[in-house]
């Protein structure tokens, strides 16, 4: 559910309320988040036309 929708059915004039109060990280999602971010990271390190020049 999105933490904005929450924020409004809760009354919260600030969403961040509600995300500091009512959110947990799940085992579940915290692995999913690290397979997800791994997966990007290793894409881009290792593309078929090389790694991307650092930005100056």
Known sequence: MPGKVVAQLMEHANVATTLNVYTQVLDGALRAAV????????????????PVAPMQ
């Open 35 to 50: 397979d997800r971010i791994g997966g990007e990271l290793f894409t881009i390190v290792h593309r078929p036309e090389g």
